[in-house]
């Protein structure tokens, strides 16, 4: 320390006598006279004199040096063994530092190549492989080396302090890779040793949902919510889901008791949740208990109106006919009266009874307002069943085709579409990210849908006349020509159309 002292002062004592001759010269002229001792006169040019300062410098520069070596062998040969070591290991660790400070500043700066160069340099300098280790194997990532970045990380698994650093980049190669198996295992090892870690936690939570480990799933998700990474609504939520897609495996194996449980439990845990509704009201009507499958469902229908509920709905009473249905479905209807999917369905069940005039009055001026292949398919069987021209029939069908499908299960992060719910998106693996809404409209136009509307509605008056002569259809022959055009409409629009209760 005093040693260190004496140098600053030393140095401040020469820039302030450079300082003084710079004076010196500018006042006297433009040379600079020195007197050695009296005897001699050495006359010297600004050139000169600046190299002459400069050579006092260095030579100073090494004086430094050289007295700090023989302080340090003066040390040695009075018994300090290490003394002559640690000076040299000073320069080495000034150099070590300069090199990793250099290799951290281009690793920031995105200078890969140049990180490596300088860590490599740094690891010689200096005992830091932690260090040196993972600025190399983040450099290696950046430019593409994934050889070396590997390498990198293996070398951090054999040291407690970085072992974590290394599977967890490791576990993110194999899932650059799709090595899914191989990243759930070093998932778990991760979360092992760091499970308040949050990108460990969200890794492992969607490998696990992807491989089907509802269990694991489900615990990985408590942690979550002890540690503080997740809000307890989205955690309720999120763990219906789970004991959801539990039960439906537990079913698949054929233990439907199991899966009853689980379906009734994830109800309870998210009763907005569609799946979870159906399965455990399913699970209510094998246990013979109509009333309580007729609960949950109307409880779920209140928050998200859904077509697949009124196919649970309907299979509380398999056997009853249709005006007895519609009086019955009341229960559901009287909730959400103004919603579309409440005036397709009392539509729907009005044709069933054969009430076209109640059907068009309950679907209303929903084909206009929001047309979609459902609710135009619906005014077919309206008009169908209430004797209208072929043409009118054939014009709603004609829009249905061309019409956007309405409502879907689509996911928030790819905008892919399922057929069913599923608990991962098949697209993206997301998970939970399934939800009942309708794709934008530019992804639903058809280009040709204008062009086709001509061929699929023309007709000769010749045609119209004949037509005009025919007795209309009972409501057997309309529900059959509805089912018939709504498979045309499915081969267009290549998607199918929602289940009927």
Same mark, same amino acid.
């Given at each position: 320390m005093l040693w260190s002292l004496i140098k600053i002062l030393l140095i401040v004592a020469a820039v302030a006598a450079l300082a003084v001759g710079a004076g010196y010269v500018m006042e006297n002229g433009p040379s600079v006279v020195v007197s050695i001792s009296g005897f001699k006169e050495v006359e010297l040019g600004p050139l000169q004199a600046v190299l002459v300062v400069l050579a006092l410098l260095a030579a100073l520069y090494i004086a430094f040096k050289l007295v700090s070596l023989a302080i340090a062998f003066l040390r040695f040969l009075l018994g300090d063994e290490t003394a002559l070591s640690r000076y040299f290991d000073r320069n080495r660790e000034r150099r070590g530092n300069r090199a990793m400070v250099d290799a951290m500043m281009a690793l920031a700066a995105g200078e890969g190549r140049q990180a490596m160069t300088k860590a490599a340099k740094a690891e010689k300098l200096l005992d830091a492989p932690q260090v040196t280790n993972v600025i190399t194997a983040q450099a290696a990532e950046m430019i593409g080396?994934?050889?070396?970045?590997?390498?990198?990380?293996?070398?951090?698994?054999?040291?407690?302090?970085?072992?974590?650093?290394? &599977?967890?980049?490791?576990?993110?190669?194999?899932?650059?890779?799709?090595?899914?198996?191989?990243?759930?295992?070093?998932?778990?090892?991760?979360?092992?040793?760091?499970?308040?870690?949050?990108?460990?936690?969200?890794?492992?939570?969607?490998?696990?949902?992807?491989?089907?480990?509802?269990?694991?799933?489900?615990?990985?998700?408590?942690?979550?919510?002890?540690?503080?990474?997740?809000?307890?609504?989205?955690?309720?939520?999120?763990?219906?889901?789970?004991?959801?897609?539990?039960?439906?495996?537990?079913?698949?194996?054929?233990?439907? &008791?199991?899966?009853?449980?689980?379906?009734?439990?994830?109800?309870?845990?998210?009763?907005?949740?569609?799946?979870?509704?159906?399965?455990?009201?399913?699970?209510? &009507?094998?246990?013979e208990k109509p009333r309580l499958a007729t609960r949950v469902l109307r409880k779920t229908w209140e928050s998200q109106p859904h077509p697949e509920l009124a196919v649970a709905f309907a299979e509380i009473v398999p056997d009853e006919d249709p005006k007895a249905r519609l009086k019955r479905f009341a229960e559901l209807t009287k909730t959400q009266p103004d919603h579309p999917e409440t005036k397709m369905l009392l539509a729907e069940l009005n044709i069933a009874a054969e009430d076209f005039p109640a059907a068009r009055r309950a679907i209303g001026d929903l084909a206009s307002t929001d047309p979609t292949a459902r609710s135009l398919s619906i005014m077919a069987a309206v008009e169908r069943g209430s004797g209208a021209a072929e043409a009118v029939v054939r014009g709603w069908l004609a829009k249905a085709v061309t019409a956007p499908r309405g409502p879907q299960w689509v996911c928030d992060n790819c905008h892919n579409t399922e057929a069913t719910w599923a608990p991962v998106c098949s697209n993206c693996g997301g998970f939970d990210t399934l939800s009942w809404k309708e794709l934008p409209k530019s992804e639903l136009s058809m280009p040709t849908g204008a062009e086709m509307l001509p061929l699929i509605v023309g007709q000769t008056p010749e045609a119209e006349t004949v037509e005009a002569e025919e007795p209309a259809p009972t409501a057997e022959e309309a529900s059959a020509a509805v089912e018939g055009d709504e498979n045309e409409a499915e081969i267009v629009d290549a998607t199918p159309v929602e289940p009927k209760p």
């Open positions: 080396d994934r050889k070396v970045a590997e390498e990198s990380y293996k070398k951090l698994l054999k040291d407690d302090q970085t072992r974590f650093v290394g &599977i967890r980049g490791i576990m993110k190669q194999k899932l650059s890779e799709g090595d899914t198996d191989t990243a759930l295992k070093l998932a778990e090892k991760a979360y092992a040793l760091k499970p308040k870690h949050e990108e460990v936690q969200d890794t492992l939570l969607k490998l696990q949902a992807e491989h089907h480990d509802w269990t694991g799933a489900r615990k990985t998700l408590g942690t979550k919510l002890r540690t503080g990474t997740m809000p307890r609504d989205v955690h309720r939520r999120r763990d219906a889901v789970l004991a959801l897609s539990e039960a439906k495996d537990v079913l698949d194996a054929g233990k439907s &008791i199991e899966a009853r449980e689980a379906a009734i439990e994830a109800n309870k845990l998210s009763p907005d949740l569609v799946p979870a509704s159906i399965m455990a009201a399913r699970g209510y &009507i094998q246990k």
